[in-house]
């Protein structure tokens, strides 16, 4: 979840860090070609690459009469039978052609699906149910607005007095980009952390989702905090504020690292729990 988080809050300081020199050396218009052959090249490899996370395959395993029997079920059932069948059924059971392994093509295939789509398309709506959806969601939703804007405006700042960087106005989006990285590797390390310690510290030695939470409140006061250093520095301009335009994103950017990891794992634990039947143990 780190990993996913990094590369949603690093794509827009990247592509500022790229776009000013895009933009003086090929005109604007070309950040909108070359952001729609990458997207078509990620749609590409959408198609090919990924699995169907729908997809029912034992479902379709029975249709084409083929089972769904691992070699470990077949294991377990030649045992079981042993004792009721002599050595020439067990041969003869033995020489039966072992179905071959699902390949990664067929994984790729659509067609049969659990549940239906209607129901899959509600099931995120139902999740508004959970207070820590709203949240999460507005949490997260003020940070995309918080980075959006630190990266479009920055550079805009630089290009005027008393700054007049020229093409280099992109690169004042790189405190962005180390606050990505400092952001998810401190909440890589922390939020395990924060689970193994309180699992011990609980009678039945499990994990529990609240557990990640006040990894949340840094990333919070980074967030405010990150926004009034840009903004101040923004509304007051000199030679040297962009050292603090700089150090506002990358606070800004280590909490969108920090806070979606953390709330994103929270919801989706907390929803699937609370979905599961009330005599489960955990």
Known sequence: MVAYTMCLAAGPFIAGVSGGYIAASLGYRYLFWISAVLVGFTLILELLIVPETLFDREAQLLREGRGDLDDRQATMTSETKASSQTKEDIADSERVPKQPAWTYV???????????????????????????????????????????????????????????????????????????????????????????????????GLSEPESRLPALFPGIFLAVTGLWTFGFCAANPSPNAWAGLAVGSGMISAATTTIPSIGFNYVSVFSKLNSLPTNTIY
């Open 106 to 204: 067929q994984s790729l295939r659509c067609g049969v699906y659990k549940g239906n789509i209607a129901r899959h398309f509600l099931a995120p709506w139902l999740s508004l149910a959970f207070p820590g959806t709203w949240v999460v969601m507005l949490l997260y939703g003020g940070l995309v607005a918080a980075i959006v804007s630190t990266a479009t405006m920055g550079p805009i700042f630089l290009s005027q007095p008393p700054y007049l960087w020229g093409p280099d106005v992109g690169l004042i989006n790189l405190g962005g980009v180390i606050g990505v990285i400092v952001g998810g590797a401190v909440t890589f390390f922390t939020a395990d952390w924060l689970v193994t310690k309180d699992a011990k510290h609980d009678s039945h």
